[in-house]
């Protein structure tokens, strides 16, 4: 009987693992990485912070997912204040509010701008508790989308700044090389009469670290006159730069902890 000549074993693959970049979960069962995951990123933001600082960053740490919506009233009704991050699509909201809450995968940042057409919403406080709830806009002046589509969310964006009862604050950001644009003025009118109302609002300018010491001071100017004196500061995700300064800012607009009832609300829009 001839025997059947065995296969020759296949050669495995040698070489370094590839993981994705981003772990793309559906919205509903989205959660906040692992604390013993972020716990580098929480080190690296508290190093050097004041006492003061150091509670603040604290805070932020305890941010997690709380719902996303496609529609003004898809949101959660309650009685938090709202703290809004807006700006142009690749001006480094997601990276923002990842850099100052310790974890990396809090605010999901596409690939390819324009993409996010939905209030992303993350909750701030001990557990069981809410102080302030994080609003991520979608970014806008990108056309990676169709013109219907791109005009009904910023239309949802507009209407949510200019109607939204629990709005306490604006943090728009802009790239400190090009400074606030024609889109980011025009979202400034949008806003003026709650800001002149009392609506608290913040330009940071991110990527600070792509400018030297005299650029940044011009960055500063300018954009101080385009806001008529608003408050403006620099922001650098990768050189640390004006963290301790926004998370302190986002600090002192939260309110008074008190019983968290969202979770029921979250479960039901998730």
């Known amino acids: 009987m001839t025997e059947t000549p065995k296969k020759p074993a296949d050669k495995q693959l040698t070489g370094p693992r590839l993981t994705p970049k981003y772990k793309v979960v559906p919205p509903s069962y989205r959660r906040s990485q692992p604390r013993s995951r972020a716990a580098s990123e929480a080190g690296k933001a508290v190093a050097g912070s004041s006492e003061e600082g150091k509670t603040a960053l604290a805070w932020l740490h305890t941010a997690r997912f709380l719902t996303t919506s496609a529609q ?3 949101l959660p009704p309650h009685d938090y204040p709202e703290v809004a991050f807006v700006g142009r699509s690749n001006a480094g909201k997601s990276t923002c509010i990842n850099t ?63 109607s939204r009862p629990q709005l306490k604050a604006v943090v728009m950001l802009a790239d400190s090389r090009h400074g606030l644009t024609e889109l980011d003025e025009s979202l400034l009118d949008v806003i003026r009469s709650r800001v002149e109302a009392g609506l608290e609002f913040v330009v940071l300018l991110t990527k600070a670290d792509k400018l030297n010491k005299t650029e940044a001071a011009k960055a500063l100017s300018i954009a101080k006159l385009q806001t008529a004196g608003g408050a403006v500061q620099l922001f650098s995700a990768l050189k640390r730069v004006g963290i301790e300064e926004a998370a302190l800012r986002l600090y002192g607009w939260r309110m008074p902890a008190v019983s968290d009832q969202l979770a029921p609300v979250a479960t039901e829009n998730g």
Not at 106 to 124: C, D, E, V, W
Not at 142 to 161: G, H
């Open 72 to 74: 003004l009233h898809q």
């Open 100 to 162: 100052l809450c310790q974890q990396r995968q809090l605010a999901y940042a596409s690939k390819t701008p324009g993409r996010t057409q939905h209030i992303n919403m993350f909750s701030l406080g001990k557990q069981g508790t809410t102080d302030l709830i994080l609003c991520d806009l979608p970014g806008y002046g990108y056309a990676a989308v169709d013109k219907l589509s791109k005009a009904r969310w910023q239309q949802v964006m507009a209407n949510y700044l200019v």
